[in-house]
């Protein structure tokens, strides 16, 4: 009966040292190993800043968001009337990005991503003889540093 009983807590070591030697890593026995797909990185990256590749390979810019300025050309409660000064201005000034939101019962239409107070009130002056009223607002804007490089490049 002792026997027996010896023969089992024998077995039981050997079961446990056997199970613990089966979690070690043959390469690494100092930590943990990770092994994740590669995409989870792209999942994970923070979300302000996306790289640029162009046709090349390498990083030419970033398009990222910060504080800035916009200039608010409609705040209202008429959706039609917000949409129709939204399409009007797409039509005079294609470049320059619309954004429309609705903030309960208010409708509002912005112009622009500009980074400085004083780039938002020059393109006010500009559109202030179109549109009224309009004024600045604060926002969160896109930085894009691609098209800044492009405009360099012109330039050069």
Partial sequence: MKMCT???C??????VSTAARAQQDAEDTNGVVIHADPRLAIVTAPKSR??????????TGLIRSGRGFRVQIYNGNDRNKANALKVDFIRRYPSVRTYMSYIQPQFRVKVGDFRTRAEAQHFLQEINRIYSPVMIVP???V???FRDDQQNQREN
């Fill in 10 to 15: 024998l077995l039981a070591l050997l079961a």
């Fill in 6 to 8: 010896h023969l089992i």
């Fill in 139 to 141: 926002d969160i804007i």
């Fill in 50 to 59: 996306v790289p640029i590749i162009n046709t090349s390979g390498s990083r």
């Fill in 143 to 145: 930085i894009n540093t």
